[in-house]
């Protein structure tokens, strides 16, 4: 029956446009792992990619289309599965689901919760090929040995189990080396002589004695209804499930629609666990999401460091949500999906994005440092950074443009991170840019007006405790900005003559520092006539 289901099976496989070869393996189960009479696994092998160029070729076109030829048969159960993209994480593609029994229900009882879970399973439009090889209808033959009888002709009952072992299943007895290879020496009668119940009459056990007895006076047979493999997982009876995300749908929304299915269908007493690459992408988490936090983190402390600011590095953070809105609207618009690839992508768009605001938040800040206004200084940052900006940008753009166009062996993650990466830049680039100077406008200007209110502040403190000294200014001339207040406590005998040590302009003002409005250096020599000053000199 095996041989006949998986030779319809062969033809419908090489029938596809997509498949070249098949190798098939009877009596073997990849999904559950186990050696299977009733099982078989074949091994379809695809045409090389330069003759699959139509996207219909590709592997995720072909299965949905072998499966749905592979359902009309109806001597058995076939579907066909991806490897697993990970090699050695897990046995198929897609997702590795368990259900577990964590009560005291039957392997029927089970059968009847997995065929409700399925259900429900395959009316979610994030899932796909949900499936399970576990059939609690099974026929089996029920082997019930005679203790009291193997015990009264003297056959110890553990060699009445080690001999169906050997000849009805298989035991290793030893091994040898041969040509340079090592040879096991495995026992199993043929397979013509334990094929059938009456193949026990065949087989004869030693007693203490010595007598031979024939092993069928110690044992009884008869046909049940009962799993033919009953797996455990975590220590509970378990059935495992395996299936896909559907098209237009990300892993963790099949996951997640799994979960859901699950707090519907199951019981109190049942449960369920992740394998394979499933679990280790729940155990992640949101890896990516910390990764890409900490990449903000990072880029805004160095930009702190390099401006010796606060604010100006949330002019530059500002442009990110450009950048991000741009790569998942292209995601989108294309079809393709927010897998890891993708992720890691956007956390490459942080440095990206910016880099076109770094190179202009840091022509205005100089700017604004020789004196000139903060608007001026905005927009001429922009006009004179723009061509870097988009020469850099565009060639960045076009040095992407093979991953987003790859084909062959792992191109779906190469167009994850080009697609996502030529968004990003493209909304960074064309509109994000217009952004930045008006970011730097309204946080440069917040910061002076924060700047001038702290250092009044410090004036008016040091006013209170001067006790009634007259407090005299001089105003320094500068063409190119306001005025410049220099204030000191003088007492009323004293004089004070102040020059100002310049290294700024000749208009003789020294040169402006970051966040403080004028600091010029003042060398004074106090004339005294009687009265010591008190108190000391202020500057605004």
């Known amino acids: 029956m095996v041989s006949r289901l998986t030779a319809e099976a062969e033809k419908i496989a090489l029938a596809d446009p997509a498949v070249q070869d098949v190798a098939t393996v009877n009596g073997y189960s990849l999904i559950d792992g186990q050696i299977q009479n009733n099982s078989a696994i074949l091994f379809g092998a695809f045409k090389p990619f330069d003759q699959r160029k139509d996207e219909s070729l590709l592997s995720f076109a072909a299965l949905p289309r072998l499966n749905a030829a592979f359902s009309k048969l109806k001597d058995g159960f076939v579907f066909a599965l991806n490897p697993p993209s990970i090699p050695g994480m897990?046995?198929?593609?897609?997702?590795?689901?368990?259900?577990?029994?964590?009560?005291?229900?039957?392997?029927?009882?089970?059968?009847?919760?997995?065929?409700?879970?399925?259900?429900?399973a395959r009316q979610r439009p994030e899932l796909q090929g949900v499936n399970s090889t576990f059939r609690a209808t099974s026929q089996q033959l029920f082997v019930d040995l005679?203790?009291?009888?193997?015990?009264?002709?003297?056959?110890?009952?553990?060699d009445v189990f080690q001999t169906m072992q050997s000849f009805f299943g298989s035991q290793v007895a030893g091994q040898f080396s041969q040509f340079s290879r090592v040879w096991w020496v495995v026992l199993q009668a043929d397979a013509d002589y334990r094929a059938r119940p009456?193949?026990?009459?065949k087989v004869y056990v030693r007693s203490k004695s010595g007598v031979m007895v024939p092993l069928s006076t110690l044992i009884t047979t008869h046909y049940v209804a009962a799993p033919k493999l009953v797996t455990r997982f975590n220590g509970f009876p378990a059935v495992k499930l395996t299936g896909n995300p559907a098209e237009g749908y990300s892993s963790g929304q099949a996951l997640k629609a799994m979960e859901e299915v699950a707090a519907e269908v199951l019981s109190s007493d049942y449960s369920y666990a992740w394998a394979g690459q499933a679990l280790q992408e729940k155990a992640s988490g949101s890896t990516s999401s910390i990764?890409?936090?900490?990449?903000?983190?990072?880029?805004?402390?160095?930009?702190a460091a390099q401006f010796e600011k606060w604010t100006l590095p949330v002019a530059v953070v500002l442009t990110v949500p450009f950048a991000v809105f741009g790569a998942l609207l292209l995601t989108w618009a294309l079809g393709l999906e927010n897998d890891v690839y993708f992720q890691v992508g956007l956390v490459t768009l942080v440095g990206l994005a910016a880099k076109n605001a770094i190179l202009i938040v840091e022509f205005a800040i100089e700017r604004v440092h020789h004196g000139m206004a903060i608007r001026e200084a905005a927009i001429e940052a922009?006009?004179?950074?723009?061509?870097?900006?988009?020469?850099?940008?565009?060639a960045f753009i076009l040095g992407?443009?093979?991953?987003?166009?790859?084909?062959?062996?792992?191109?779906?993650?190469?167009?994850?991170?080009?697609t996502g990466v030529i968004g990003g830049m493209l909304v960074s680039t064309l509109v994000a840019t217009f952004f930045v100077p008006l970011f730097f406008y309204l946080l440069e200007t917040w910061s002076a007006r924060f700047s001038r209110k702290k250092m009044d502040a410090a004036d008016a403190s040091d006013a209170s405790a001067g006790r009634g000294i007259e407090m005299k200014r001089r105003t320094c001339s500068r063409p190119w900005r306001r005025p410049l207040q220099v204030r000191w406590p003088v007492a009323p005998s004293a004089r004070i003559s102040c020059a100002l040590k310049s290294r700024c302009p000749p208009t003789g003002v020294s040169r402006c520092r970051r966040r403080r409005l004028c600091q010029p250096a003042l060398v004074g020599s106090l004339r005294r006539s009687g009265v010591e000053p008190a108190g000391g000199s202020g500057i605004a």
Do not use: H, W
């Open 198 to 201: 009456q193949d026990f009459d």
């Open 90 to 120: 897990g046995a198929t593609g897609g997702f590795e689901f368990y259900l577990q029994n964590r009560g005291t229900g039957t392997s029927q009882a089970m059968q009847e919760k997995l065929q409700a879970f399925l259900v429900k």
């Open 382 to 394: 922009a006009g004179l950074r723009l061509r870097a900006i988009l020469m850099t940008s565009f």
């Open 291 to 303: 990764a890409f936090v900490f990449g903000i983190i990072v880029v805004f402390l160095l930009l």
């Open 400 to 418: 992407c443009v093979p991953l987003a166009t790859a084909s062959g062996p792992g191109a779906n993650s190469l167009r994850a991170i080009g």
């Open 146 to 158: 005679d203790r009291a009888k193997a015990e009264l002709l003297g056959v110890p009952v553990a």
